[in-house]
């Protein structure tokens, strides 16, 4: 039996198929700060398909004393919440029993990063989350980006803050949809300052510590790049191989660590792969000494801008670590079939010592087949920088 049959009949492969079938959808609605608006888009949403005639309930819903939130709690069925006794006090907690004996279409969970009180069923409000999704019960839940583990380190290092309650990043690669609810940072700091966020006493320090303008520019620019990252990973899809790209050239670009040289250099090659009708990759090669603890929050700002912008004109955006730049970016041009790789050029190279090979070099030797294309960048920056 020829092996792609023999993967689409697996017996384990129906069992998981079925397996999928009964589970709940998951919805997560990101944003990159209290009051950007997830709650509210939620309940909207739950509206809207309670007129459709699915059968909604509310789970747990922190209004936090927004007066717009309350008001949208309205016309929808809300289970109460539950009492639990912890440290002489009664708290009140989400009932994850009750919604489990309710058993609706769809509950909404509010703040998905929650602690819950000892006591309950889980520690952690995700994990009541998972129960309700292996239940076949779909869940709409809001988070902010700075709760999901593999973020903690630039998170830190943008914003001073340790989050201490933190979400796994399964859940954001199991949601079946994401909405990225957004709000433009000065528009988010009005709110703020009207009372709309936080009670009044806590209006100045929130504005001068964690809603500082630029803490919330790279709070936002995360949160869109984790959703792009995402769509492009739904746009691929998991079986979808290299054999289905377009046959021809490939591209690749190696991004740099300067700002103005990467936005000239992303233009100048979204414009070479358009011509040439190719897929093209931006690549950027993250060194020890460009880690998230060691750059500025206006670097670190800067760089997601030059990402944001690779995907607007088209590329896919990679990751990478190492300390041997060119050895990373020529395993990854053979490794994905590469035949064009596009650096920068200027006067003055960023690599430290004439015994250290540029990128360049290093792909103009290899004799892999892969042309290098050079693209003149004024030589004011370090140009060429993975």
């Keep these: 039996m020829p092996q792609e049959e023999a993967r689409r009949t697996s017996p384990d492969v129906f069992l998981r198929l079925i397996e999928k079938s009964r589970r709940g959808k998951l919805k997560i609605y990101v944003g990159h700060a209290a009051g950007v608006g997830k709650t509210y888009q939620m309940l909207e949403d739950a509206h809207h398909l309670k007129k459709e005639g699915v059968d ?21 069925e809300v289970v109460p919440r539950r009492r639990v006794a912890y440290k002489g006090k009664d708290l009140e907690e989400m009932d994850l029993p009750a919604i489990l004996a309710r058993k609706p279409e769809v509950v909404i969970v509010d703040e998905l990063a929650h602690t819950n009180v000892p006591g309950t069923e889980n520690v952690k409000r995700y994990e009541d989350v998972e129960n309700l999704l292996d239940a076949g019960i779909s869940v709409m ?34 949601a079946d949809a994401l909405i990225n609810v957004d709000l433009p940072s000065e528009e988010l700091r009005e709110r703020l300052r009207a009372g709309k966020i936080y009670p009044t006493e806590r209006i100045g320090p929130a504005l001068e510590n964690f809603f500082t303008e630029e803490n ?52 100048r090659a979204s ?58 970016l020529l395993r990854f041009a053979r490794e994905h079939g590469i035949t064009l790789a596009i650096f920068g050029k200027s006067r003055r190279t960023w690599w430290r010592t004439p015994f250290v090979a540029s990128p360049i070099h290093a792909f103009t030797e290899a004799g892999t087949g892969i042309d290098v294309y050079e693209i003149e960048t004024e030589g004011r920056s370090e140009a060429g920088r993975g």
């Design 56 to 76: 909604v309930v509310i789970g747990i819903v922190e209004t936090h004393g927004r007066a717009e939130t309350a008001e949208r709690i309205a016309g929808l």
């Design 141 to 174: 839940t809001a988070v902010n980006i700075q709760h999901f583990e593999s973020l903690q380190d630039i998170v830190s290092r943008v914003t001073g803050v340790d989050v201490k309650e933190r979400v796994p990043d399964r859940l954001l690669r199991q």
């Design 216 to 267: 919330l520019a790279s709070l936002r620019e995360l949160a869109l790049r984790q959703i792009a990252d995402r769509l492009e990973a739904d746009r691929r899809g998991p079986a979808r191989s290299e054999a289905t790209e377009p046959v021809g050239t490939k591209a690749m670009v190696a991004m740099s660590s300067n700002s103005e040289t990467t936005r000239l250099l992303l233009r």
């Design 271 to 328: 414009a070479l792969a358009g011509k040439l009708n190719t897929n093209w990759f931006a690549v950027y090669v993250r060194t020890a000494r460009d880690s998230p603890q060691r750059m500025s929050a206006r670097e670190h700002r800067l760089l997601g801008e030059n990402v944001t912008l690779a995907m607007e004109l088209g590329a896919k955006v990679v990751w990478l670590s190492a300390e041997d730049v060119a050895a990373e």
